[in-house]
Structures are given as C-alpha cells and as structure tokens.
C-alpha cells in the first residue's frame, strides 16, 4: 500500500452546509480548504465534486446556514476569510489584522491560535463568534467586532514563549498556548455559550456573554487541551467534553458530560482503550444517549450515554480521528491523514432494541430516500465512493443462524438422523405501496439475476433498491436501437417493506423523497409515472405476444415438418402455411426479425415494439411530465399494436381451432415408420 492508492488528506476539523446534496467542509493540513458534495449525481465521487473554499490549511470553516455560498474560513495569523462562491469575492474580516508572524504568544494583543474556531449561531445566522483568548462576535458579517468575554484561559507567561530554536524561530501561532481551542452554543437556549480552553479551563455564559463561569471538572487533570465540546441534543443543561493531554505525554482518553450545565461532571471512558487519547465526542440527534468518540487510533460508541463504550470501527481504517459532525443522519469523520468518510445511515443504530445482539434476524425502518439521479461504483478508481442511489435496507442477521436456500434444487446430503435440517427458506425482500400492493420482490432464490438478493453474511447486510417497478418483459435475442425496457420510478410518497425468512415476516414503513432541486410536481411525477407504467404495459404484452407467435409456429412445424413428402395432407399444410404466414405478418409488424446484431437496426428499419421503447426511455429521463407529443406518439404506436394483437387473438380463436380440427380429422400419426407406414 502506498499513498498512490489511498486518500491521505489530514483535516483538522469538519462541518457540513444545507446545500441539496449537503457538502463536507475541512482544512487540511499542507494544502487548502475544500468542500466537497458527500454524494453525486454520477457514479463517484470526483474532481467535478470539489473545489477550495474559503481560509487556510489550519483553519474552522462555517458555512452560512441559509446561504451556503457564503463561507467563514480561518487561517493561522488569525486571518478569517469571508468568501462568496457564487461571485468568487473573498473579503478579509481578522477580529484584530495585526499581522503577528514571529512574534511568540505573549509579545501579542490576541493569541489567535494556528487552528481557532469559528461558529455561526444556531439562532441567528448573522451572529458569528471567533476567539483568541477572548471570545468575539460579529454582527454584521466581520465589518466590526466585540469581545464579549475576559481571557478565558490561564493566562499563564510561561506557557506563551516564542517557539522553535535553538538555531531558528518559527513562530507561526502553530504552536501559541493559552487560547480558546472550542466553542459551543446551545441550541436549546440562545446566549447560553460554552467555551474550552487548550490549557484546561471551561467556562459557560448563560447570559449571551455577559458574565462567564469557570466550571472546569473538579479532579480533570491539570493543562488538558480541551478539543470539543457538544452540546446535549435532549437536554438544555447537558454537555460532552472531549479533552487530550498527549503533548503531556499522557495518552489517556478524557470524554466529560454534564446535566446541571458545568456544575457536576462524570468521566465517560469505560471501554475506550487506555491509549486511545480522544479528541471528539458527538451525540446522536435522534437517539438519547447514543454517543460517538473519535480517539487517535480510531472510532468508538456508547449506546448509554457514555458509561460504556465500544470499538465501532468497522472498515475505517485504523487512523487518527480529528472531528467528527452528524447530518442527516450520517456520521462524517475528518481524520489525520485518511481524509473523509461517512458512514451512510445511522438508522439502524437508532432503531437497536435491547440485547439486539440476541435477535436471529431484524429489518429496520429505512430512512427517508431521495428519488434523484446517481448510481455507486464498485471501483471508482482514484474518486471518492458514491452513495448507493436508491431505498437502502439494513437487516441483521445472527452469526450462525441458517443462511438462506439460494439454490433450492440443488442436491445436498441428508441430515442424520435426529439432525435437523438447517436449510431455511428463501429469504425475500418484498416492496409494496402504502395500501399494500405489491410493487417488486427481490428473494435469494430468484431465477432471474435481477430479482436475486446476493450475498447475505451473518451481521449487518444492506440492500439497495432503485424505487423502479419490474422492467417491462423482453425475448431472448431481441435487438433494439435506442429504446430500454426500464421500469417506472415510483412517485415520492409512503411505501412498505417487507421481510421474510423463515417465520420472520415484518412489515415496515418509509418515505421517498422528492429531489428539492428539481421543478417537477408530485402531479408531474406522477403523469410520468402513469405514462412508464402503462407504456411498460404494453410493450411487455408486445413481447409476451411475439413469444406466443414463436411458440405456435413452432408446434405447428412439429405436426406439419413429417408431412413435407408425404401425399394426402395438403389441405392441412395449407392451412399450416396460412396461418404461419400471418404470424409472420404480425411479428414483423411488431418486431424487426432481421435484426441479429447492434448495428443491424441501420440498416432494417425498427418496428413497433422499439419504436414504444424508445419513447419509453426519452420520457424515463428525468423527472417531467410527458411531452404533448410524446403523449401523441405513444398512442398512435399503441393503436397500431393493438391492432396487430386483435390479429393476433383472431387467429388463435379462429383460425388455429380449425388447424386442430384438421389434425384431429386426419389422424396424424404421433410415430411414422419406415415405408410412410404408422403404428
């Protein structure tokens, strides 16, 4: 393995925007500031996602909440960046542009430090804070300034001499101590402000800033950098602090919470590894005591609020992680040299009950869907993973628990006797609208590859569905230019899963999703709908007709072929002939016969059956109501393959039992022998 073949970007820290896709956002170390899309509408991830932003290598970056255009990024010197990507117009908007490059800490007004955050208010997106020692904020986008604190750290000469030496300094506030490293503001309570320091204090302002309390942990160790602090989704009083003393040469983990707002802290550490020094802690929105921590060497959970933990690393590679930000209900990580990952859908993690471990086989609720482009390569390549496009089911499966019979047919020893058979039954996926009419099963023991479920292991599976009904039925060999037989995507709306296996059968609800950007209309989107769905209709009864017409003629040539040479069967071979002859005529009416290969449908001209198909796929595209003329075409195709149909039907109910008659009057031998003779 070497850095060639792997993301080895190192982020300092993380947050997202309310962009649709929402988009990631971090500083990393030796580059630039970037955002990019956590999803796209190709197959990956790529150059096209991305772009600079706003600030440094070192910095906090805030997009604004309602115009995510706008973006707050840092640098060190204490430079603040406001940057509008629309117009690509940065200003300059430092707290204090005083230039300080080599000067150490204490020859300075504000010790802004290498990586000093910055926060956008949760209750006012005009409200920004930034801090050196001293908390500020800003009004009215950086254009003026106000300390709204005292210094909020220890304040302490000796920690605050100028760094480097003994031949050279090398003072690039990299390495300036006593400033504030976090800030919170609770989103319970507008003014309530919490801030940490990197020498070790905590002090919150219940007041919007006008008096400060140091409500540092009684007991903490001395000169703890305090990294992050959350604030507690479920209780106005309640806080996380996540704090490292490695640089102490102490590489224990320090997760702190609170729910009397800073007067009584517990250390929450069970369970994390005793060198594991943590920088990050976040709480679940939707979930009450579901915990994450990031530590140097990878990730943990607590599902009980803290009092114990456990490795969550799953295929996350075993790396330091710096940050950590939840959006809709995804788990984003900026790590020190990995660069991003997300983990897709937290919902199963919302929905585990009780010893869930226990369970022989569980189906959770999936989480709201996006009906909107993109698909999920197997192997980007050099781009990032996209997130697969569809309806994404999670089910749990015990280790050791029967696999599913993927292959019912198949021969196998029998059990011994007393020995149970361990074979289940399939399992399925079943997919149903909200009054519960079926829309597509997908089973482990399908016959076709495109209805079979796949890989199923003990523990956490996924399943992808691509919210589309069964694409309309093809023939083997059929040959078509520029036409799909692709099933209509369903409409936004409530829909139904159900899982089967065994005497597991559970039903659950989901949502799709319209795809905000987009100007279509749920009216839109169903015309559309209705339009696929009929169009898939018929031309699945346009194949299952050529079918038929194949099959007829070729019983009719098993009866009539041994009566080529042979006398007195004539009236029966003509009408043999007859009837193949307007067969003929149908089919090639509804399907160009002569097509063998690709490029074949230059040369002999497409029928019917194409001709539908290829309005299919023009009105698949997107998500618009059908065309006034596509509308026109389909139904001028339509009127004509019913009429070949009506032929069609026709000669089964008409001519064909008269066909059966003649055989039946003639007597046909069902074996001939040597000489024309029969027996």
Known sequence: STYFNQPTAQFYRVTTDNHFPYRIYGAQQDNSTLRI?????????????????????????????VNPDIVYGGSYGGLLERLNHDTSESRMVDVWPDNPMGYGAIDIRYRFQWNFPILISPHDPDVIYAAAQMLFRTNNE????????????????????????PITKDDTSVEYYGTIFAIAESHHEAGVIWTGSDDGLIHISRDDGESWTDVTPRGMPEWMMINSIEINPFDPAGAYVAGTRYKSDDFSPYLYKTDDYGQSWELITDGIDAEHFTRVVRA???????????????????????????????????????????????LIVATQGRSFWILDDLTPLHQLQGNWEDAAVEVYSPRPSYRMGGSASSDPGNAGHNLPNGVIVQYYMAE??????????????EPAAGEADEKMPALSLEFLTEDGESIRTFSSDAEEDSDKIEGVEAGFNQ??????????EGFDGIIMWAGNLTGPKVVPGTYQLRMRYGDYDETRSFEILPDPRISATQEDMQAQFDFLLSTNQKLTETHQAIKRIREIRDQIDLVVTPLE???????????AAFIKEELKSIEEALYQTQNESNQDPL?????????????????NRGSYRPTNQSVAVR?????????????????????????????????????????????
């Open 463 to 472: 399943f992808v569905w691509n919210m589309r009904y069964p694409n309309a």
């Open 635 to 679: 139904n001028e195709l339509v009127t004509e393959i019913d009429s070949e149909l009506e032929n069609l039907t026709r000669i089964v109910e008409d001519e064909l039992p008269m066909f059966n008659n003649l055989v039946r009057e003639q007597a046909i031998p069902a074996v001939w022998l040597d000489g024309g003779d029969s027996n």
């Open 603 to 619: 040369n002999y001209p497409i029928r019917l059956n194409n001709k539908l198909a290829s309005v299919n796929r023009l009105v």
């Open 565 to 575: 040479d042979r006398a007195g069967y004539d009236s029966l071979k003509d009408r």
């Open 37 to 65: 899309l956590h999803r796209s509408d190709g197959s990956s991830i790529g150059e096209r996602d991305w772009e600079p932003s706003a600030g440094g290598e070192s910095g906090h970056l805030a997009p604004h909440p």
């Open 284 to 330: 679940d929105p939707e979930r009450e005591g579901l915990l994450y921590a990031g530590t140097e060497l990878g990730m943990y959970v607590s599902f009980n609020d803290g009092e114990d933990w456990e490795a969550f690393q799953l295929n996350l590679p075993i790396t330091p992680v710096t940050d950590l930000t939840i959006k809709n209900d995804d």
């Open 400 to 413: 050791g628990f029967p696999e599913p019979d993927t292959d019912p047919d198949a021969e196998g020893d």
């Open 142 to 165: 950086g254009q003026s300034w106000q300390q709204i604190s005292p210094d909020l750290t220890r304040n302490d000469p000796s920690t605050m001499g100028k760094s480097g030496g």
